[in-house]
């Protein structure tokens, strides 16, 4: 139980062009989703946390106009990355906090973002 | 300000030998104190979470200590695998009740050679 899944698992795209980022947790409902972007040999860093039906609360420093996070649902959140630069490029992470243990956080498998 | 540091930065073991990794941190309010596996290229994946009143706790080969009053908690790996190569993230929660805030570690990058 508690699986989160995210699609694309990976995504290379042109500079100036957005791409979409799905988030689902696939057997419970998740009443909050948070979205990390990782890069290489670095930790998760936290870019902003969204409850399901309300704007998301962006991290400082994170441009809450270039990454446009939409929870619809209890079990979809969407991150979407507009007119994306290669230095977007990146490992990008969603968690969801929910099911029986609704301090956990149960992360996706990642989503590897190359701009060119 | 709240951080979470780890060492090893990296390490590397010979197959079937055991490990220890650190992590020290300076995080209030404390709530809980997670370890996670980190393959490379993938999400991470939960391998013990301990609250305050929580000083071991084992899942499988790998059993992760707390000590409360010094800040410091282990993640000791036994009889290694080479399943066991990836990153091992310390992350401590911080807050009293409701919404948590993760703080992160840099993580220890560990090699298990054959």
């Known amino acids: 139980g508690a699986v989160v899944s995210q699609h694309p698992s990976w995504v290379i795209c042109k500079s100036g062009t957005s791409v979409k980022i799905e988030c689902r947790s696939l057997?419970?409902?998740?009443?909050?989703m948070f979205w990390y972007r990782q890069f290489p040999k670095q930790s998760l860093m936290l870019m902003a946390t969204?409850?399901?039906?309300?704007?998301?609360?962006?991290e400082q420093g994170v441009e809450k106009d270039k990454f446009l996070i939409n929870h619809a649902s209890l079990t979809l959140s969407t991150l979407t990355v507009t007119s994306a630069h290669p230095e977007d490029s990146s490992f990008y992470i969603c968690?969801?906090?929910?099911?029986?243990?609704?301090?956990?956080?149960?992360f996706g498998p990642g989503t590897r973002l190359t701009v060119t | 300000k709240n951080q979470v540091e780890q060492s090893p930065q990296s390490l590397i073991i010979l197959e079937g030998k055991n490990c220890t990794l650190q992590?020290?941190?300076?995080?209030?309010?404390?709530?809980?104190l997670r370890w996670y596996k980190q393959d490379t290229g993938r999400g991470p994946v939960s391998l013990t979470i301990?609250?305050?009143?929580?000083n071991t706790k084992s899942n499988g080969r790998y059993t992760a200590t707390l000590d409360a009053d010094t800040k410091q908690s282990s993640l000791h790996i036994t009889a290694s695998q080479l399943s066991d190569s990836a990153s091992y993230i310390c992350?401590?929660?911080?807050?009293?009740?409701?919404?948590?805030?993760?703080?992160f570690g840099t993580g220890t990058r560990l090699l298990v050679s054959p």
């Open positions: 968690s969801a906090n929910g099911g029986q243990r609704t301090y956990e956080q149960y």
């Open positions: 057997d419970f409902q998740a009443t909050t």
């Open positions: 969204s409850n399901e039906g309300s704007k998301a609360t962006y």
């Open positions: 992590c020290n941190y300076t995080v209030s309010p404390f709530s809980n």
């Open positions: 301990m609250t305050f009143s929580e």
């Open positions: 992350v401590v929660s911080a807050g009293n009740t409701g919404f948590q805030k993760l703080v």
